[in-house]
């Protein structure tokens, strides 16, 4: 696979690919010769220690029918209502999206 070297820590290199998503994983460094972009096994990430947080994990604490239902209980009915105060729906969403505070409390 084609990765993007992002930094070398120690005998460490965290490395980014996209395979229709995108990745990133430290990997040993002598698995990423060179700087930059290079070819590394799929084994060799498969391996990796996975950098970043499990954002699946989280945004699946919250359904569509949820944030639906906050957007509805806000006056939201329509596409032309949200377009009319985008500013507010975003806002609606945020505040019925519990990820933002619980990364806070963390």
Do not use: K
């Not at 120690?10 to 040993?28: K, M, N, Q, S, T």
Request: net charge negative.
């Amino acid at each position: 696979m084609r990765c993007r070297q992002i930094r070398r820590v120690g005998g460490a290199v965290l490395v980014e690919w996209d395979d229709g998503r995108i990745h990133r994983a430290y990997i040993p460094a002598e698995a990423f010769p060179g700087e930059g972009e290079a070819e590394v096994d799929d084994d060799v990430l498969a391996a990796g220690i996975e950098y970043g947080a499990d954002w699946e994990a989280r945004l699946s604490r919250v359904t569509p029918a949820e944030l639906a239902d906050r957007l509805r209980r806000a006056g939201f009915w329509t596409v032309e209502d949200v377009r009319a105060n985008a500013n507010m729906a975003c806002a609606i969403l945020r505040l019925g999206t519990p990820i933002l505070g619980d990364l806070l409390r963390e």
